[in-house]
């Protein structure tokens, strides 16, 4: 059984208001250096996890690196892991693309599974990439724990690859800055939920 412990990335700038964020690089706040920290000392006085996965975006990179010190274990970069290529909407906040394509605005909202965001990605796409890095994962850590930071929309899809959950449920899953997901899953492929985006770890950090 392989248990993998799922999380986003510490608190950066566009969050709120929302911004397409993406492939822009943004450096983790003073809140989410500190969400960053917290999140490591909760997963190394729980678990014993072997490896840190991460996106290649700064904020997953840094937010890892807390989480792999505090653990003693390495941490690597896997490309599946990063964030979605918002093309043309990259670091639009959702109100000017709301005002400036309402249509397509609107299937993203609705039924973000029939949309392609423009220059950009798919739903389907990062399913596919994401896909590739569970299945390196569990190929090197079959019965190990690991930690796999990556960003809110990537680990949606990832989730719902996991809850066998078609796409068009993406916005069901919330996933908050440093928020804790356990998954486990056999070597027959049966998948555990244990919890799904605990912040219980964050409290009082402002």
């Not at 950066?12 to 490591?40: K, S």
């Not at 990556?150 to 916005?171: I, K």
């Not at 069901?172 to 056999?186: F, H, R, T």
């Not at 555990?192 to 605990?198: E, H, M, Q, S």
Request: with cysteine.
């Amino acid at each position: 059984m392989i248990r993998i412990l799922l999380t986003r990335h510490g608190h950066v700038d566009g969050i709120r208001p929302a911004r397409f964020r993406g492939r822009a690089e943004l450096p983790l706040t003073a809140r989410g250096l500190a969400q960053a920290d917290a999140l490591a000392r909760r997963i190394a006085g729980r678990w014993k996890p072997s490896a840190v996965y991460t996106s290649a975006m700064q904020r997953c990179i840094v937010t890892g690196s807390r989480v792999a010190e505090m653990c003693g274990i390495p941490a690597s970069v896997h490309e599946g892991l990063g964030d979605v290529d918002y093309g043309a909407w990259q670091m639009r906040t959702h109100e000017e693309v709301e005002q400036e394509a309402p249509e397509a605005y609107r299937l993203w909202r609705q039924a973000p599974h029939l949309l392609r965001f423009p220059g950009g990605e798919s739903l389907q796409d990062v399913v596919a990439r994401t896909a590739d890095a569970l299945r390196l994962v569990m190929a090197q850590h079959g019965s190990e724990t690991v930690v796999l930071v990556g960003h809110d929309s990537v680990n949606r899809a990832l989730l719902l690859q996991l809850l066998d959950q078609p796409l068009s449920a993406y916005w069901k899953l919330a996933q908050d800055p440093c928020g804790l997901s356990e998954i486990e899953i056999s070597g027959a492929g049966d998948v555990r939920v244990g919890f799904l985006n605990d912040t219980s770890h964050l409290e009082g950090i402002v």
